[in-house]
């Protein structure tokens, strides 16, 4: 059995990190049965514990395993699973007294399949319970997230994935695991337990300390595109380079899903980093953004978020190549209420 089902966590006391959310879910499930909320949302990257903690609220729940529907919105997200779901709810289950509704990439769910479920989502039935898990809430309507408790999953730092591959490697009897490989697992997974013990799986029989690092030095997630779009936005490289780094990148064409990406790697991988402040810098400007263009198209406020932090990087420049001009991030300042379309044509990219 692989490492990642065999250490699926079981209960809130085996989650490492998040306490925020371990604690806000402890206490909402020690409530009386009738003031359980009916709809969770669980979001964040990818393999952080979305879909273990549903199954530990479907538990929570006393739903019985038979009851506890899991349903892959990413293979069927019209508005005929919708339906299916609709008709299935009004019966009662068939082991226990309540159905928990578990739906894995629910981003993927059609806008029209959205609102079709939206009453249900509201006013389900009493046996009834939805947990929805998804790696890009933004792709939600409004109406769905506000129907539910939402929780985000947060990747785990350094420290946190230390911790979790320990207490593995204690529980596997293995004791003096080299550190190094250690610290390379954490840097591959780049703050993804699921990656970490893939990774882990993928060396702990390695004897050989070397072979294990060569091992994992392949095993990292993160398109390697991506990461160099990151180092080039730390080391404040020009404009002409960043576009043509952002232009071979694909990430299934969702400026989202690069913003998210960007995120998510100057998160986990580098604010352990001596550049630490930089890192700081840009993580903020790139999370100002989601309030600020919630739902709408992202490489304008990337853009936007960019320019200024790539005029001020003077320090970074080891060799200053075509620092952008001022002038750029002056012509990309917010003004009036939608800047979307007032900046449109001054996108460098
Ligand atoms: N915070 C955590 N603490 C301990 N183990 C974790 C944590 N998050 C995830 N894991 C472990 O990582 C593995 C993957 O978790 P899970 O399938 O719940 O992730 P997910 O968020 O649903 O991923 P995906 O977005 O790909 O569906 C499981 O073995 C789980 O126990
Ligand atoms: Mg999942």
């Not at 609709?86 to 578990?102: D, F, S, T």
Request: glycine share 6%; proline share 5%; with cysteine.
């Amino acid at each position: 059995m692989s490492l990642q089902i065999k250490y699926r966590f079981k209960s809130l006391d085996d989650v490492v990190g998040n306490k925020g959310v371990v604690s806000s879910i402890r206490s909402v499930l020690e409530r009386d049965k009738e003031d359980i909320p009916h709809a969770f949302l669980f979001h964040g990257p990818k393999g952080c514990g979305k879909t273990s903690l549903a199954r530990i609220i479907a538990e929570a729940l006393d739903c019985d395993s038979a009851s506890v529907m899991e349903y892959d919105i990413g293979d069927m997200g019209g508005i005929e699973t919708v339906r299916t779901l609709k008709e299935a709810c009004q019966y009662l289950p068939i082991m226990g007294n309540v159905r928990v509704y578990v739906l894995d990439e629910v981003q993927s769910m059609t806008k029209p399949a959205q609102d079709a479920l939206l009453k249900t989502l509201e006013e389900p039935p009493n046996h009834v319970y939805f947990v929805l898990c998804t790696t890009e809430p933004e792709r939600l309507k409004e109406t769905i997230r506000s129907r539910c408790h939402m929780y985000m999953m947060k990747p785990l730092n350094s420290i946190e994935m230390g911790f979790l591959l320990n207490r593995i490697l204690k529980e596997e009897g293995i004791e003096d695991y080299p550190k190094t490989i250690i610290k390379e697992i954490i840097f591959a997974a780049e703050g993804s337990p699921r990656n970490a013990l893939k990774a882990l799986d993928a060396v702990i029989d390695i004897t050989d300390e070397k072979s294990a690092l060569e091992a994992l030095a392949s095993f990292s997630t993160t398109d390697a595109t991506l990461k160099e779009l990151c180092q080039s936005l730390l080391q404040g490289t020009s404009w002409d380079t960043l576009r043509g780094i952002v232009k071979q990148l694909e990430l299934d064409n969702e400026p989202e899903s690069l913003r998210i990406g960007i995120l998510n790697y100057m998160n986990t991988v580098l604010l352990g980093s001596k550049r630490n402040d930089r890192v700081n810098d840009i993580i903020q400007n790139f999370s100002m953004a989601t309030t600020m263009y919630h739902g709408k198209s992202v490489f304008s406020s990337m853009v936007y978020t960019m320019c200024p932090l790539v005029s001020e990087t003077k320090p970074f420049l080891n060799k200053p190549n075509e620092p952008a001009k001022p002038s750029l991030t002056k012509k990309l300042t917010i003004k009036g209420s939608d800047p979307e379309s007032k900046r449109k044509g001054d996108i460098p990219f």
